[in-house]
């Protein structure tokens, strides 16, 4: 597996990451920890150095997963995991919170729960409307100075909250999506992250598994799946999506490839400091996103996929609005 640094950072990961979030959570039932915890260190085997996860997946099922299933290689991995919602009694988020007290409080805990004794990538997971970004960008500084943290990230932030948190603590990395299937970063957000030379990282890299060109207009989705809600699944929707996913499988034959490993592969093409965290629960998925690394696109390659995207626009937004409302976008 090839190896990329995030941004001007000496943050050094492996160039395809592992989101582990489905699981435990978002897609349907959690995976069987044990199962879960394979796949983890399958993932490790094949050389993948990176793993996502954050508080709020399960919550905090994700990240006792993650830190019994790395604790073996512990110092040879990257773990990246996220702060920044409040959560009820049943365990549902309630809002957000990046209070500079919460946040410490949640290094605490993300550590225990982790196994280890730093956070190699400390994220604020949505922007906190009620707390000004150099205060919580102070927390994190903070934690960096004690040994806790050692880089600061954020997730779904807006170029201005960018600029101000860096101002007070360098970002190493944005998460944000970015797919073949949602390319708005492409305007404001990797222009302002080469300039400031932070790392971008682009969360549902595969459209949610619709880039995989698994999924149809009579795909059902398991009742707890989130892909239920968004706009762009609905069956209208998917059924005029599908034009484009035809274009990739195409595309994909000719290059003895999938779907799916031309779509990471395109990701990876854009920049040389992004790096995507595709997600699974299935070795053979695993296998196939590695596979991605490996595909090489020539400019010709790039042309022809950026024509078929601009011929086919995506139907269906990305988010139901109240959702889309808690970005920072």
């Not at 640094?5 to 959570?25: H, N, P, R, W």
């Not at 044990?34 to 796949?39: F, N, P, Q």
């Not at 094949?46 to 709020?56: C, L």
């Not at 490996?294 to 109240?322: F, V």
Request: with cysteine; proline share 5%; glycine share 8%.
């Amino acid at each position: 597996m090839q190896k990329r640094t995030l941004g001007k950072s000496e943050l050094e990961v492996s160039a395809i990451g592992f989101g582990c979030m489905g699981l435990s959570y978002g897609y349907g039932p959690a995976s069987d920890k044990r199962e879960g915890i394979e796949l983890i260190r399958a993932a490790f085997e094949r050389g993948i150095t990176f793993f996502d996860t954050a508080e709020a997946y399960g919550p905090y099922a994700n990240e006792e997963l993650v830190g019994e299933a790395v604790a073996p290689f512990r110092d040879q991995v990257v773990i990246a995991t996220k702060f920044g919602f409040r959560f009820g009694e049943d365990g549902k988020q309630v809002g957000t919170d990046s209070r500079p007290a919460h946040i410490k409080e949640v290094a605490d805990a993300s550590l225990k729960r982790l196994r280890t004794d730093r956070i190699d990538l400390f994220y604020q997971h949505r922007v906190d409307p009620d707390v000004p970004i150099e205060d919580l960008a102070g927390a994190v500084r903070d934690l960096i100075q004690e040994g806790k943290v050692k880089h600061f990230g954020l997730s779904e932030a807006g170029m201005q909250t960018l600029r101000r948190a860096h101002a007070v603590q360098p970002v190493t990395a944005l998460q944000n999506e970015y797919s073949l299937w949602w390319r708005k970063p492409e305007d404001e957000a990797l222009p302002t992250c080469e300039e400031l030379g932070v790392g971008f990282v682009p969360f549902s890299p595969l459209g949610k598994g619709f880039l995989t060109g698994k999924i149809t207009e009579e795909t059902k989705f398991d009742a707890k799946d989130f892909r239920n809600i968004v706009p762009r699944f609905s069956e209208e929707n998917r059924k005029a999506n599908l034009a484009f996913v035809d274009f990739l499988k195409r595309f994909a034959e000719q290059k003895q490839a999938t779907p799916a490993q031309i779509a990471l592969a395109w990701l990876l093409a854009q920049k040389p400091w992004i790096v995507p965290i595709p997600g699974t629960t299935k070795l053979h998925r695993l296998e196939e996103n590695i596979g991605g690394a490996r595909i090489e696109l020539t400019s010709d390659d790039l042309r022809e996929i950026d024509s078929a995207a601009s011929k086919n626009p995506i139907h269906g937004e990305r988010y139901p609005e109240a959702l889309e409302k808690r970005t920072g976008l």
